[in-house]
């Protein structure tokens, strides 16, 4: 599947393929960060992004059970800048 992302490092808003994420619906199932999205390392803020995106992409218990290896694979990767990719992820 591939999927289109991009982020603005200052604001921390992500797209996911043209869409907006908002963190409520993530926070509500695990509150890693308060605060927001963040990428490009390993940290709480690339977690929460990870989980909106699989919570997006896949069902609950999906996403909830792999979204730790989607920010070690995909987020923690990006550059701590902003950003505009294409990722063909499995």
Not at 18 to 34: C, Q, T
Not at 40 to 48: D, E, L, V
Request: aromatic content about 14%; some cysteine; hydrophobic content about 35%.
């Amino acid at each position: 599947m591939e999927i289109f992302l991009k982020g603005n490092y200052e604001t921390g808003e992500v797209w996911l393929n043209d869409n907006l994420l908002s963190p409520k619906r993530s926070l509500k199932v695990i509150n890693h960060s308060p605060d927001g999205f963040n990428w490009g390392y390993g940290g709480s803020g690339p977690a929460q992004l990870a989980l909106a995106i699989c919570l997006e992409l896949y069902d609950i218990v999906y996403a909830k059970e792999h979204y730790q290896d989607f920010k070690w694979k995909y987020i923690s990767t990006l550059p701590q800048s902003d950003f505009d990719v294409e990722l063909d992820i499995e």
